[in-house]
């Protein structure tokens, strides 16, 4: 399974973005029974979670993004998304892509990160 992120860019406070992540190569049953998330690295700091999703679609936010962000899932798409509202510099971070399939429960899966920076 490979976790391909995308969406990431510059843009200034008070904007948007829109992130996604597609897990190639994983069949749609593996997928679906499935944790994703989004995680982000900013320079000095340690990765965070930002979001993350559970298989029925209950979603868990940091406290810092709740409110600005959503995380969303297609299935049938094997994607996920992640919304990003009311940027602030503080957002600035490469963002990662994070899968934990029933399937692979010894396995966590990285996308290859995203950058994104949000200027004042």
């Known amino acids: 399974v490979q976790l391909q992120a995308s969406g990431g860019g510059s843009v200034q406070a008070g904007g948007s973005l829109r992130l996604s992540c597609a897990a190639s190569?994983?069949?749609?049953?593996?997928?679906?029974?499935?944790?994703m998330g989004w995680y982000r690295q900013a320079p000095g700091k340690e990765r965070e979670l930002v979001a993350s999703m559970i298989r029925s679609g209950i979603p868990n936010y940091a406290d810092s993004v709740k409110g600005r962000f959503t995380i969303s899932r297609d299935n049938n798409k094997k994607t996920i998304y992640l919304q990003m509202n009311s940027l602030t510099p503080e957002d600035t971070a490469v963002y990662y892509c994070?899968?934990?399939?029933?399937?692979?429960?010894?396995?966590?899966?990285w996308g290859q990160g995203t950058q994104v920076t949000v200027s004042s």
């Open positions: 994070n899968a934990r399939f029933a399937a692979y429960p010894t396995d966590d899966f």
């Open positions: 190569r994983a069949i749609l049953s593996t997928f679906r029974d499935s944790t």
